[in-house]
Structures are given as C-alpha cells and as structure tokens.
C-alpha cells in the first residue's frame, strides 16, 4: 500500500537496484567494452588494460555525478524546508551562480590555491544566499520575493560568468569548465576533493531530519514550543549551500536537479524527512548518472553535458508536475 512502511522500503531497494543497473550501464557505454567478469577480474585479479583505462577515465566521472546528485538533491530538500518553497533551488535563488563566480576567480587570479576552490565557492554562495535573504526580509520571510529576488542575483551571476569566461579566452582546461559543466577531464582527486567535503555533510543533514520535520508548522507555533526558528534556519541554509557550492565548484551549475528530485521525492515517499532526505540522496545519484549516461551516447563520439542533458530533460518534466499538482 502506498505511504506505508513496507511500500517505502521497496521503493528504497527498486531505486537503489536502479542506481546500480545505471552504474554498470555507465561503465560499459563507450568504445571500451567490458563484460563483468572482465571487469571484475581487472579490478581484482590481474592487471588488464581495458580494464585500467576505464578506471581512470570513467569511474571518477560516474562516482562525481553519483556524489554531486546524491549532494544537490539534498541541497533542495533543505532549502525548500527552510524557506517552505517548493520553488526554492541553489540555482534560481543564486546559490550556485555565487559558487560559480568564486570558483571562477580562484582559477583565473589564484592557481595556486585551486585546491581551495570548494571552500572558496562556498563562501560565494554563502554571500548570495545571505543577500537574497537581507533584501527578501520585510517583517518576515516572504517566499515569492525570495524567489524573485533570487532569480535576478542568478541573472547578474551568469552575466558576470560569461564576462569572465570570455575574459579567459574559454580555455576548457579551467575557467570555462566550471562554466560549462565540463566532467570529461575530471580524475580521482576530483573525486576525492568531492567526497571529502559532500559526505560528511550528507551525514549532517541526516541528523537534521526533525527540524525539517518542525520547520513545516507556522513560526508562531515553534516559538511557542521554545524552538529558535532563526538558529534552525540558518544551520540547514549553511548545509545547504555547502552541498550546492561545493558541488558547483568541481562539476558546474547543474540545472534543475536540486528542483526536480525532492518534487518526485514527495510523490513517491511523502513529505517525512525521515525517508525524504535518504530517498533524494538515491534519486539524485540516479538521475545524475543517467543524465550524464544520455549525454555520452546521444551523440557519441562526442558528448553532451550532464547539465545541459538535465536542462532538456527537467524543464518539460518540471512543467509536467505542476500541471498535475
């Protein structure tokens, strides 16, 4: 039965099942082919070269989009607890646009600190997330300003974007790749700077899933239950935009993800953080995967960007959501 305990583990296991079928998937695409004794036997027995090219170029690539998609669902969820949103997203409320233009800085002014770029990006889109907050404050948080104060930061942000990729002569290698969501030339210490920073902070905001919970009564009825909506706030918006930005910082904007993945979320599973949070961290991981997959075979020998594949895909199923809802 749909919304009980047993329906809920099974759509867990049917998505994780899927995650893992999109793994494999990932790893055979290409023209590299491997069966999976193949692999296993490269992986663990004895050296093959097919084997260890597709290690070191598309695992690091599949394991970043599973991270980052895992990591942006979660950045959603959170912030359209704290801002009771569903509209709310790291990319329309200039969250990811700010994490973008400090990213971009670093690499273009300062290469020798690029392997501060995730702390960098984040205080980006820490300085946006607080500046939409202060002009969107009039007695209260008001949703609709929010959001549309929102959209016009992430417009001046993409403006600012394009002036400094032109500025860097669109060299792929840096600048434009943060730019244009570039995943192709990414390694394991991507992979690594990713992990490093993205799981530990997934594991924080399973430990946050009551004031989710508490966040969706009026802020009247918290006050009066001697909670501090404003520290609660605050905390979830910093865990927020560490996912969204540090995510930005190594793999670019990725549009709609954060959008799009806690709205068929809430469908599937219902609107308890309990199931919400891990559910997304599943669901994000999956699209993101797929998305990237699409993009590799669509045109293949070359490719498409995840972000740009999840633009085509998440605008439309976007729409069609909300005309059912």
Request: glycine content about 8%; proline content about 3%.
């Amino acid at each position: 039965m749909k919304g009980s305990k047993q329906y809920r583990i099974a759509l867990c296991l049917l998505t994780f099942l899927l995650l893992c079928v999109l793994f494999f998937i990932s790893i055979h695409v290409g023209s590299l082919h491997v069966s999976l004794s193949q692999l296993w036997n490269g992986l663990f027995v004895s050296y093959d070269e097919t084997v260890a090219t597709i290690y070191h170029i598309r695992f690091p690539r599949i394991f970043l989009t599973m991270i980052a998609g895992a990591g942006l669902s979660v950045s959603g969820v959170l912030l359209q607890a704290v801002m009771k949103n569903p509209l709310a997203d790291p990319g329309i409320i200039g969250v990811s646009g700010g994490a973008s233009i400090m990213s971009v800085i670093v690499v273009m002014l300062f290469p020798q600190y690029y392997f501060m770029t995730p702390l960098f990006a984040f205080f980006g889109g820490l300085i946006a997330c607080m500046i939409v907050y202060s002009l969107s404050w009039k007695s209260g948080l008001n949703p609709l300003r929010m959001i549309l104060i929102g959209v016009a930061i992430h417009s001046i942000c993409s403006a600012v974007l394009e002036v400094l990729n032109t500025l860097s002569g669109g060299n792929l290698t840096g600048v434009a790749s943060i730019v244009n969501q570039n995943i192709s030339l990414k390694t394991w210490n991507d992979v690594t700077m990713l992990a490093v920073y993205i799981i530990p902070t997934l594991c924080l905001s399973l430990f946050c899933i009551k004031q989710c919970n508490l966040l969706a009564l009026d802020d009247k009825t918290l006050n009066s239950l001697g909670v501090n909506v404003t520290t609660v706030r605050v905390i979830l918006s910093i865990l927020a935009v560490l996912l969204a930005s540090i995510t930005t910082a190594i793999l670019g904007v990725i549009s709609f993800l954060a959008l799009l993945v806690p709205h068929i979320a809430r469908i599937l599973v219902g609107h308890d953080h309990k199931i919400l949070i891990p559910y997304s961290m599943l669901l994000g991981a999956s699209l993101l995967l797929a998305a990237d997959t699409i993009g590799r075979i669509l045109v293949s020998p070359y490719e498409i960007s995840a972000g740009i594949v999840m633009a085509i895909i998440g605008g439309p199923l976007f729409i069609f959501l909300l005309r059912r809802s």
